[in-house]
């Protein structure tokens, strides 16, 4: 017992949270090098995970590739630490609870705490994301066609797809070019279906798939004619509930922070 207690304390304390910022600027650093010159080991992360590239890339060439596992242990260091420190704060807190003349001058003092945990779902989202995402690159679709997935088992149609091409005559240049496209999609599995617009600002989402626009064509009016079409990149990654919780929670304890500032310095005012 007293050891784990002692493992508790140290991996709360301040000096090894400010330890591992300077270890992460170092690492950071010499990632950026790295980064600079070998980008292309880097790049398939995009497309195929953390974990497959690592298995892959990050096996064979080491040497380029350790700076990023020791990124990803040092976060997982720093999300202990965090987790362990704040939630010593909020046993602090609890204990003082007398201390506070109302119930909600209490609690609006865990608005900076939520925050701290909310920043660890979002990690977590990540780790999710980078472990077990999947991505389904350069699918194309043709209008009145479909697409089948297997996981999750769905199948994607391009029922429309509208390109508007400019011909305001001020900018010769641009006659006749693409502005913009819309792609009506109808995605349907066993138990739901869905028609929605997909655009180059406007991904569409069924959970857990996102899709988004990559590119079209034709890009140019007239002339020779050519066969329309889009080609999407569908993300099914299950690390978005966490994000989007994550933030949830951060500006709920982004208010709860910012209240409690507010109402102390009303109070410091009444008394002057």
Not at 72 to 84: D, E, M, P
Not at 224 to 246: A, C
């Amino acid at each position: 017992m007293k050891m784990i207690k002692q493992t508790w304390h140290v991996s709360g304390h301040v000096n090894l949270f400010m330890g591992i910022i300077g270890l992460m600027v170092v690492d950071l650093l010499l990632g950026y090098n790295q980064l600079k010159f070998h980008a292309a080991l880097f790049d398939p992360i995009n497309d195929m995970g953390f974990y497959r590239w690592a298995l892959t890339y990050g096996r064979h060439y080491p040497s380029n590739t350790a700076w990023l596992f020791i990124l990803v242990g040092l976060l997982g260091i720093l999300s202990v630490n965090t987790f362990v420190c704040t939630t010593e704060r909020i046993f602090v807190l609890i204990k003082s609870r007398h201390a506070f003349s109302n119930t909600s001058r209490f609690l609006l003092r865990f608005g900076p705490h939520i925050m701290h945990y909310s920043m660890l779902i979002m990690f977590l989202g990540y780790l999710v994301s980078y472990l077990s995402a999947g991505t389904h690159m350069g699918k194309v679709l043709l209008p009145g066609k479909s697409i089948a997935l297997t996981r999750p088992c769905c199948t994607i149609t391009l029922e429309d797809l509208a390109i508007d091409y400019y011909g305001g005559g001020r900018m010769i240049h641009m006659d006749g070019r693409a502005m913009d496209v819309r792609a009506t999609l109808k995605i349907e599995d066993e138990t739901r279906i869905k028609t929605a617009v997909l655009s180059f600002n406007s991904p569409v989402r069924f959970s857990p798939l996102s899709i988004h626009l990559k590119k079209f064509a034709p890009k140019k009016k007239g002339g020779m004619e050519r066969r329309k079409y889009i080609t999407v990149i569908i993300k099914n990654d299950p690390g978005m509930k966490f994000y989007f919780s994550g933030m949830i929670l951060f500006t709920l304890g982004l208010f709860m922070y910012l209240w409690d500032k507010l109402s102390r310095h009303t109070r410091q005012e009444d008394r002057a």
